[in-house]
């Protein structure tokens, strides 16, 4: 029930290129973030948690009804699955706006493993042609609420939207080229480009957006990319603050994907208070490194109570450095 910073950064980002902003939530937001919201939007509906984003997509166009649609160039449909933009939006549309197609998106995802080509429609933009065709709005009326797996809506809405509007006669196209990155590193099977190759989209091909999921660590993929994400942001000079990224993971993920984020550290303000107990603490710590010695002493600094540090290493020139860099 709470709408974090990196969405209202998002909605901020819309509002300098959009002339009417409708924002919908599965949530019962609670009024701060309401709030927030209303700053940078027209509308706020809130609706019970059925369906997906597409369900709530679903409500908010249905609503509006094609006139009130026939007044826009362009429609977009985003959703709250990514941080961005990283850069200017302007890049991304004014680009976009040279090419002939009628509806696009930032990424698609290859025909593979049985998964069909579409469009990955996290931010989704619908040119006049198609949004005052009857091909849009059937599809529209056809979207269904009762799903409660993911994978149902991946297959009945979100691929199902590129068949069905390709079929009808229109063009599809991705900011993002796929072609240049198969080379870069080993592709999942369920999550492919948008994931695997988040940094180099974001440094070679100035990608404006990422996913939050880019940022997790599953059982299928045992090593995140995070630390390489952020480092991509610094190449590509991005001025996407990276505390929205940092605050929100924080907040919502396991600690064992936290690792994976460079400057994770909560910092403490003045001096760290050393609290009081009976108990004699030791702490007991192995490092081959030396140079990384700096960065568990960022770690030690955040226990609360006075202890013992008893650290072994591999030799006694080690053993010397440590000595010196712990006084």
Known sequence: DVVDNYVIHTLSSLRSVSESIHFVTNSNIDKSSTCSVEMFVDTVTTRPNRGYDFAGWKQVILHLGRKRLEAFDEVIFVNSSVYGPLFDLSEMLDEMAGRACDFWTPTSHTNYAGIPYHLQPYFLVVRRRLHQADAFWSFWESVREDYDDLWDVVWNSEIRLTQDWTSAGFVADAYVSNAAVGDIRPIGLYEPFVLHAADDFIARQRMPFVKVKAFYKAEYRPTGV?????????????????????????????????????GTLVPISGENPVGTTQLRIGVFA????????????????????RFDL?????????????????R
């Not at 192995?286 to 109570?305: E, G, K, Q, S, T």
Request: charged letters at 20%; hydrophobic letters at 40%.
């Open 226 to 262: 995070a630390r390489q994400i952020l480092q991509a942001l610094d190449a590509a000079g991005s001025r996407y603050p990276r505390s929205l990224i940092l605050n929100h993971q924080r907040r919502v993920s396991p600690l064992s994907w936290q690792k994976n984020l460079p």
């Open 286 to 305: 192995h490092f081959f490194y030396i140079d990384l010695f700096h960065v568990a002493i960022d770690y030690l600094r955040n226990i609360p109570y």
């Open 310 to 326: 008893y650290v072994t290493t591999c030799d006694a020139d080690a053993a010397s450095g440590f000595e010196s860099m712990a």
